[in-house]
């Protein structure tokens, strides 16, 4: 008789089935693991390196020249802040037409929907009143 033939045919263990073999959520990305390694590096820096700007970042400070009107205080906001809460100047003899971005009153400034992106300074626009 054969040796073969005295041994016990055995099992095949679960492994050894047609089970499918988990490979990895990557199995199919051509990438190296060094350059994963790179990249999820770099994105952990960019995190890090935002958040310490954010957490350093005083904030910006918007003044306001009224151009020969009252005065208004300056104001620290934060990037993406609206100006809610600006008092108008007042300047006898005119009327208040509104904040500008340059001293020529021709950039306006929409106190409802622009943001503060940096520290600015806003200009007072003044239109004579009529004589009475």
């Avoid at 988990?22 to 820096?45: E, M, N, P, T, W």
């Avoid at 306001?64 to 009252?70: A, I, Q, R």
């Avoid at 100047?89 to 904040?99: H, Q």
Wanted: glycine content about 6%; overall charge negative; proline content about 8%.
């Amino acid at each position: 008789m054969d040796q073969q033939d005295l041994t016990p045919q055995q099992e095949p263990s679960p492994q050894e089935e047609n089970v499918p073999k988990f490979r990895g959520l990557y199995r199919h990305v051509k990438i190296s693991v060094k350059a994963l390694d790179i990249i999820i590096v770099s994105c952990i820096a960019v995190i890090i390196i935002t958040v310490a700007i954010n957490l350093l970042n005083p904030g910006y400070t918007v003044t306001f020249n009224s151009l020969g009107g009252t005065d208004v205080a300056a104001v620290e906001c934060q990037y993406g802040d609206l100006l809610t809460d600006v008092e108008p100047p007042t300047r006898e003899g005119y009327t208040f037409g509104g904040w500008f971005r340059d001293a020529g009153c021709i950039n306006p400034w929409n106190l409802e929907t622009d943001t503060v992106s940096e520290s600015l300074t806003l200009y007072a626009l003044w239109i004579p009143q009529e004589p009475q």
